[in-house]
């Protein structure tokens, strides 16, 4: 099964890498059409299709073209053919012909369901709540009244909402959706609608349905804290992580930094709260002090620009253990948690290794080919319970039961920082709330898509904050 917010994803996502929509409508139509024939034998018969105006609506419409040589189809459109919301489901009904009776919502709907052998309910699709508003209440009032049987399209109009379609048999389109059985959607028949398999597992535009609007009354810090634990040999690597952030929307970003990395890692924004620990190295000793600043946090992002020394894995692996916020381990920490992995145990979040850092991590070696990098990746994140997101010509997103594609990268990202970059927008998403998983599929595409926005204006000269100052134009272009 597949939920209706998945379902709004995989759409946006196939029309944003040129999947035709209309040629999706067009076999979920053919689709609906065969199961009509097949379950009620509409030869001959009066079917009605009530339509809406979106890409339900449409494939309803084809489907009433597809029965117009059999069947004596009439289509009722909930609204006018003004109203058509997508240019698909206007392309639909302009291809319905004028064999096709078409009548619009009346005080006549009833009588016209009541006198139907078969009832075809393509007016409304996925993700509604609460109630329905009109003329659609009403339709699906009196459809259910008819005593005709109906036969709906992906979900019964209405699915999860009030008034809702009580229909004799469903067509899922693709796949059953969440929530659908018997009681609720009658017989359900699943009709592939030809959509490409890699499509289905690439991130893109679409994962940012999830991502959480600020609300208008919202205050400093509703929007997320983030603590940032780096530096000390280097110092750009946190700093990265910190304007990545910024730029994906939290609210405040804290950084705890040996003492040596203070001044550089200060001088580098005014926006950063930076805490110098003591030393030249982070250390076990400084576990308490990042402990006490991590009560005010939402999430924390380890490992950036620490080094490795054997004391330092040492205080890394400590802090791992003893932070109760969901985190993103990067870098260093990757090392770090690789000489011991049940330190991670009771914990959650990402880690982000590059491939010969998954391979540490693992202490396994891994081949390169997409197939084997997932099983691999599943396999760790089962056991570990963190997500993971590999990074490679293909980076690889997954929980340990799903998984997930980003290729929508340049190959001027390889200069120093891009991973900073996006360990920060992991960081920045789990600081608002959003799920490991879905913050990690997010933030793959979002470094992508700003390295390509970077990349247009500075070709192979592209620099990591070239990049992340494009970070905003993500959220301006995708965020519902």
Request: proline fraction near 5%; charged fraction near 20%.
């Amino acid at each position: 099964m597949i939920s209706a917010a998945e379902m709004r994803v995989l759409d946006r996502n196939a029309a944003y890498f040129g999947v035709s929509i209309l040629e999706l409508m067009e076999n979920a139509g053919r689709g609906v059409a065969d199961v009509a024939r097949r379950e009620f034998s509409v030869a001959g018969k009066k079917v009605v299709v009530a339509c809406g105006t979106g890409n339900n609506g449409g494939d309803g419409l084809v489907a009433a073209r597809e029965l117009k040589d059999e069947a004596k189809v009439t289509v009722l459109l909930a609204k006018t053919t003004k109203d058509f919301a997508t240019p698909e489901a206007r392309t639909s009904y302009e291809r319905l012909g004028r064999e096709v009776k078409v009548v619009e919502a009346s005080e006549d709907s009833g009588r016209i369901f009541r006198e139907a052998d078969l009832i075809v309910d393509a007016l409304l699709g996925i993700g509604l709540h609460g109630e329905i508003r009109e003329p659609y209440a009403t339709l699906i009032q009196e459809m259910n009244a008819s005593g005709s049987p109906i036969l709906s399209v992906d979900v019964p109009s209405g699915f999860e909402a009030t008034p809702t379609v009580r229909p004799t048999a469903t067509v899922a389109l693709l796949a059953a959706k969440e929530g659908m059985n018997e009681a609720n959607s009658g017989k359900i028949h699943v009709v592939d609608i030809g959509m490409p398999q890699d499509v289905m597992e690439l991130v893109g535009p679409g994962d940012f349905f999830y991502y959480p609007v600020p609300r208008p009354d919202s205050h400093k810090g509703m929007n997320g804290r983030l603590l940032v634990v780096g530096g000390g040999p280097f110092t750009g690597a946190p700093s990265f992580v910190g304007l990545a952030a910024y730029r994906i929307g939290v609210d405040v970003v804290h950084i705890a930094t040996p003492a040596i990395a203070f001044e550089a890692i200060a001088s580098h924004s005014p926006n950063f709260i930076v805490h110098p620990l003591a030393g030249s190295r982070f250390l076990k000793a400084d576990v308490g002090v990042v402990l006490e600043i991590a009560s005010g946090m939402d999430a924390i992002v380890i490992g950036p620009g620490l080094g490795s020394t054997d004391a330092t894995k040492d205080g890394v692996r400590q802090l791992i253990r003893s932070v109760n916020l969901p985190m993103v381990l990067d870098a260093d920490a990757i090392i770090a948690v690789a000489e011991d992995p049940g330190c991670l145990a009771g914990k959650r979040g990402i880690v982000t290794p590059h491939h010969r850092e998954f391979e540490i991590l693992t202490g396994t070696a891994v081949a390169r080919d997409i197939p084997t990098l997932v099983g691999a990746a599943k396999a760790f994140a089962k056991k570990s319970g963190f997500t993971v997101l590999l990074k490679g010509p293909t980076d690889i997103v997954t929980d340990g039961a799903s998984h997930r594609l980003n290729k929508v990268h340049n190959v001027a990202m390889t200069v120093g920082g891009t991973g900073d970059s996006l360990a920060g927008i992991c960081g920045g998403l789990l600081a608002k709330g959003i799920a490991p998983f879905l913050a990690s599929r997010m933030a793959a595409f979002a470094n992508g898509y700003a390295g390509n926005l970077a990349f247009e204006e500075t070709s192979y000269g592209m620099m990591t904050t070239d990049l992340i100052e494009k970070i905003p134009r993500v959220l301006k272009d995708f965020v519902p």
